[in-house]
Every structure is written in C-alpha cells, then in structure tokens.
Nanobody
C-alpha cells in the first residue's frame, strides 16, 4: 500500500557531492519519521541519518558534519545531502519511512535502494 521511490544515486569522485531523494506514496495517513540507511556486500544495513516527526536529527558518526537530512512533509519526501564524499561512503542507500497507513496501523517501509559509488 505504501511505496518509497528513491533517486539521486550515481558515481562521484572523492570530495564531491550527491543529493538523494525519496518520496512516499500510496495509502498514507501520517508519516512519523523518515531516514536513510546504507549497506555494502557482506555487511549489515546501517543507519546513516534519520529525521523524526519532532524534527530530531540523528547521524552516524562517520557522516556527521558531511551529510544533512531534510524532509518535506507536504510531499512525504526526505532528502540526503552528501558532501565531501569518501570512498568509504560507497554503498547502496535505502530510504525508510515510519508510516501510518490507516488510523491505527503503521509499519516501516523500505525503498528499492540506490547505488552510490565514490571513486576516482
């Protein structure tokens, strides 16, 4: 009932920047929180940044000061500005949203993932 569509990934040189976008659509009563995760082969998916309904922002230590998360409530969208990118940032980035899809039912929904590759 709820889908997340991501965009903005690609290939960038070290020190460059990318902006990831994610929009939620479907039967949405309320979006409580949204966030970004990333995963590399053989490792667990890890939190990169999150933004709660109370506008509280959380960042992984490895990206704090370089990445910035923002949200457009009217569009049910979340963005991730990635600056000063490093090869270690190379991963598949996934959007996640905590969504009420009825007056009482909620779940966490995942996007399809978008590849970010940082290489010279």
């Amino acid at each position: 009932q709820v889908q997340l569509v991501e965009s903005g990934g690609g290939l960038v040189q070290p020190g460059g920047s990318l902006r990831l976008s994610c929009a939620a659509s479907g039967t949405i009563f309320r979006v409580v929180a949204m966030g970004w995760y990333r995963q590399v082969p053989g490792k667990e998916r890890e939190l990169v940044a999150s933004l709660t309904g109370g506008a509280s922002r959380n960042y992984a230590d490895s990206v704090r000061g370089r990445f910035s998360i923002s949200r457009d409530n009217a569009k049910n969208a979340v963005y991730l500005e990635m600056n000063s990118l490093k090869p270690e940032d190379t991963a598949v980035y996934y959007c996640n949203a905590h969504v009420y899809y009825s007056t009482t039912q909620w779940n966490h929904f995942w996007g399809q993932g978008t590849q970010v590759t940082v290489s010279s």
